[in-house]
């Protein structure tokens, strides 16, 4: 017991710190709430001109279902181009490229669990002050619905943790690629727009064509948004609840997997003087 | 001494371009990822006009004219006039010493010293559907249109350079701004769309937020004429009084500016 204490304390000391590192930069996350916020309206708004002249859009989706979807798919957008969000991602990759990774490598911690514990804590501070005031300026302006019921409203929590799970492990797998590639920018701009579109940010996945869609169900991003959004309008029962938060589960251990296996190569060919 | 600016600026940049030419699979993949982005873009106003044929009272082809002009105008910027975004990384670090040194206006020295290879395939990228749009909506006929559509371009240019210029500048006084920016150019990204769809609040925050005039007032009322006269025909106007505005405090900032950096 102690050992595991041992082990763990110091992953809790990094996480402590990027908590209080993060809550210091408010400004920051106040600018990412004001961006999204903004996001959000214009999307809602082109969207509810589409659902107004489209009857294939309205028997896909109520108006008020669909405003929800589109707020809670912003509210739930782990990969939001706000500054923290961006800038410890970048710093992942910066590391890799100029080879400040090299510090990191003296740590008496394992690299991929530190980097998946500072994303935690990016990702609690974003959900205090950029989720959920999202969320509530939406829910009290009157346009945005509460979830289907409480046991929906749970299970999006543990959604969105597995959301989490996954995204992190796209973080890093995308961090590593630095390694053979140097160029994190397009990198990450590519994987914005691809997440973002194959995720059900922008679009539901319920109204993309056939071939896109199934494209989408192949891919982790689904399971990002796609996945807690469904859960909170409660179009997600029975089996296909228990499918779908498994399909999180499993695209997050074999993200994980994946990252170790190639954390394992890429440390072999790592340039510590940077790239 | 204009023309000795020029030589700089063009020696520089040809400098650079042999750069990104050496690192051919930087390059590549730049444009790799560029590609796929600027497609997954095109792909969501596909897919919106799957299911209207207009947007408000926008065919597909206009939307696509309004979303380049915006683009195009801050790519033109970033690529041409960089310096408006970079300063506040030298306000801040106070390294803009090196270029306060030279015997050239600092404007156009840092300008030319960086010329993000994003930006060039972005412009590319963006110019193309600019073009095709044009096409597609036969404008090249009406030389009156075309001509307008160019000082769209400038005036969606000045706008996002005189953004960039004033929250760069604002570094001296209060430090990092970086936040600041990041959040008004992710934004370019939501500004595509016509105006007029949206409602009355959230039109007149991005008028006054001027992204209006790098997109739907110049481009409406290069299409469209009468009904948007009064802020399509003040398009350049904004640009310019915003981008003088900015240039005032950039030499305000430089008064201010103490060289020890403003950061850490």
């Known amino acids: 017991m102690s050992r595991l204490r041992d082990t763990s304390l110091p992953y809790w000391g990094a996480v402590t710190a990027f908590l209080k590192v993060g809550l210091a930069m408010r400004f920051n996350f106040f600018m990412s709430l ?41 509210v739930v957008n782990l990969a939001r181009m706000g500054w923290i969000n961006r800038n410890v991602v970048y710093n992942a990759m910066n590391y890799v490229q100029t080879g400040k990774i090299s510090l990191d490598l003296v740590r008496p911690l394992d690299l991929q669990a530190m980097r998946y514990m500072e994303w935690a804590a990016v990702f609690v501070v974003d959900a205090l002050l950029v989720a959920v005031p999202v969320w509530l300026v939406w829910f009290v302006s009157g346009n945005l619905a509460l979830p289907a019921s409480a046991v929906d409203g749970a299970l999006f ?46 679009i539901p996945l319920a109204l993309l064509p056939a071939p896109l869609a199934v494209l989408a169900a192949f891919l982790p991003f689904q399971a990002v948004v796609h996945t807690p959004v469904s859960i909170y309008l409660g ?41 | 001494m204009l023309s000795h600016l020029l030589h700089v600026y063009g020696v520089s940049i040809t400098l650079r371009l042999k750069q990104y030419a050496q690192y051919r699979v930087d390059a590549w993949l730049q444009l790799a990822t560029r590609l796929v982005r600027f497609a997954l873009q095109l792909a969501f106003l596909g897919i919106a006009f799957s299911f209207v044929e207009r947007l408000g009272d926008w065919t597909p082809w206009e939307v696509v004219l309004m979303w380049c002009t915006g683009v195009i105008g801050f790519y033109v910027h970033d690529a041409f006039f960089c310096f408006a975004t970079q300063s506040k990384v030298l306000f801040y670090n106070g390294e803009l010493d090196y270029a ?16 993000p290879f994003e930006s060039l395939l972005n412009l590319i990228f963006f110019g193309a559907a600019f073009s095709v749009a044009v096409m597609r909506l036969e404008l090249y006929a009406r030389p ?80 469209r004429g009468g009904d948007y006269a009064w802020p399509g025909a003040f398009s350049l106007g904004v640009g310019l009084l915003l981008f003088g505005l900015s240039y005032l405090t950039y030499i305000f900032a430089l008064r201010h500016y103490s060289s020890t950096g403003t950061g850490e």
């Not at chain 1, 001109?49 to 109520?62: E, K, N, P, R």
């Not at chain 1, 029975?238 to 993200?255: D, H, K, R, S, T």
């Not at chain 2, 991005?206 to 481009?219: A, E, K, S, W």
């Open chain 1, 157 to 202: 929590v543990v959604s969105v943790a597995l959301a989490w799970f996954v995204m992190s492990g796209i973080h890093f797998l995308m961090a590593l690629l630095t390694v053979w590639t140097y160029d994190f920018l397009g990198l990450m701009m590519v994987r914005t727009a691809i997440q973002e579109f194959f995720g059900g940010t922008l």
């Open chain 2, 100 to 115: 306060l040194v030279r015997p050239l206006p600092v404007y156009v020295q840092e300008s030319a010293r960086e010329m």
């Open chain 1, 34 to 74: 004001l961006v999204t916020l903004v996001a959000s309206w214009v999307l809602v708004s082109v969207w509810k001109v589409i659902h107004g002249g489209s009857g294939t859009v309205q028997s896909a989706f109520g108006e008020q279902e669909l405003v929800t979807y589109l707020v809670v798919a912003q």
């Open chain 2, 144 to 223: 009156g249109v075309i001509l307008w559509l160019i000082v769209a371009l400038a005036a969606s240019t000045l706008v996002w350079t005189g953004i960039a210029t004033l929250i760069s500048c604002i570094t001296v006084w209060v430090g990092r701004t970086f936040a600041v920016w990041q959040s008004f150019s992710s934004l370019n990204d939501y500004v595509k769309y016509p105006l007029d769809i949206f409602p009355m609040p959230l039109q007149s925050l991005l008028t006054i937020v001027p992204f209006g005039f790098t997109t739907f007032y110049p481009v409406a009322f290069a299409l």
């Open chain 1, 235 to 275: 179009r997600l029962h029975g089996q296909e609840l228990i499918f779908a938060l498994g399909v999180q589960a499993v695209w997050g251990i074999a993200l994980l997997l994946a990252g170790r296996w190639l954390w394992g190569r890429a440390a072999l060919r790592l340039e510590v003087q940077g790239g």
